[in-house]
């Protein structure tokens, strides 16, 4: 395998995901270097990772890098861009992983550089199980794309999209779990509480939001007959609310990111 360097500009929960990833997968990259303007958030990062490099509030130094993360809030892109932009070798890709920020405006505040991918990652790929949507720009070159899949396969699905749907992407796949996953605990306390020990409701729980979500992949059962197979639903009657939150919240959010 090539030996490639990585720059995280921003070094926050996302580059923590992908570091655990990559640790998990035992594909640490040779050369880490990460930057932030938060010196208790560096600090934190290099004590769970000793191997990366920390380069404080310096931008320039990951920007060095053969791949260079952006990995800000979208705000916080539009400042970085320009002071990065000269410290960018000929030969690298910059990866965004920022919301709303699309190519072309990356490209702009890079003076016009065109080795770009936007990458919309989800927390899942902490565990080699996440579902990572990419776009590249026409910049970028069979081996950029050849060293992205290198380093970032192994984090999981990595599916090649249109860039207009990344945002739609980000609503349904990157913030997806928070919908659940608060529920899902919930009933895991629950079932302990009922009897079940933690092991038993785990194991359980999984089976079951698998077998569910095949279920409704499967092509004998349309979406009422999937919701007819249990004749017994506890909390029907909070689902039209929860569905209207659904509604107000995600079309907002999305709209939001979109515009």
């Given at each position: 395998?090539?030996?490639?360097?990585?720059?995280?500009?921003?070094?926050?929960?996302?580059?923590?995901?992908?570091?655990?990833?990559?640790?998990?997968?035992?594909?640490?990259?040779?050369?880490?270097?990460?930057?932030?303007?938060?010196?208790?958030?560096?600090?934190?990062?290099?004590?769970?990772?000793?191997?990366?490099?920390?380069?404080?509030?310096?931008?320039?130094?990951?920007?060095?890098?053969?791949?260079?993360?952006?990995?800000?809030?979208?705000?916080a892109v539009g400042a970085v861009l320009p002071a990065i932009a000269p410290a960018l070798q000929s030969r690298a890709l910059l990866v965004s992983l920022a919301p709303k920020w699309k190519i072309a405006g990356l490209a702009?505040?890079?003076?016009g550089r065109q080795a770009i991918a936007r990458m919309i990652p989800n927390a899942p790929a902490a565990v080699g199980s996440g579902y990572n949507p990419v776009s590249f720009s026409e910049g970028v070159t069979p081996e950029q794309k050849r060293q992205f899949e290198q380093v970032f396969s192994?984090?999981?699905?990595?599916?090649?999209?249109?860039?207009?749907?990344?945002?739609?992407?980000?609503?349904?796949?990157?913030?997806?779990?928070t919908y659940f996953w608060f529920q899902w605990y919930e009933l895991l306390d629950l079932a302990r509480s009922f009897g079940l020990t933690d092991a038993e409701a785990r194991e359980g729980l999984v089976a079951m939001v698998e077998g569910a979500l095949r279920t409704m992949q499967s092509p004998d059962?349309?979406?009422?007959?999937?919701?007819?197979?249990?004749?017994?639903?506890?909390?029907?009657a909070g689902e039209e609310a929860i569905r209207e939150i659904y509604r107000t919240n995600l079309i907002g959010l999305y709209r939001k990111l979109a515009e």
């Open positions: 395998m090539d030996t490639i360097s990585v720059g995280f500009i921003g070094g926050g929960r996302i580059a923590r995901i992908i570091l655990t990833g990559w640790e998990r997968a035992g594909a640490m990259p040779e050369q880490v270097i990460v930057s932030d303007a938060n010196p208790v958030v560096l600090a934190a990062l290099k004590e769970r990772f000793p191997a990366i490099e920390v380069a404080g509030d310096d931008n320039t130094r990951p920007a060095s890098a053969d791949i260079v993360v952006l990995g800000l809030h979208p705000p702009g505040g890079l003076a192994m984090l999981g699905k990595m599916p090649e999209v249109a860039e207009e749907k990344l945002e739609a992407y980000a609503v349904l796949t990157a913030m997806g779990p059962f349309t979406p009422d007959a999937v919701m007819d197979l249990v004749p017994v639903r506890p909390i029907a």
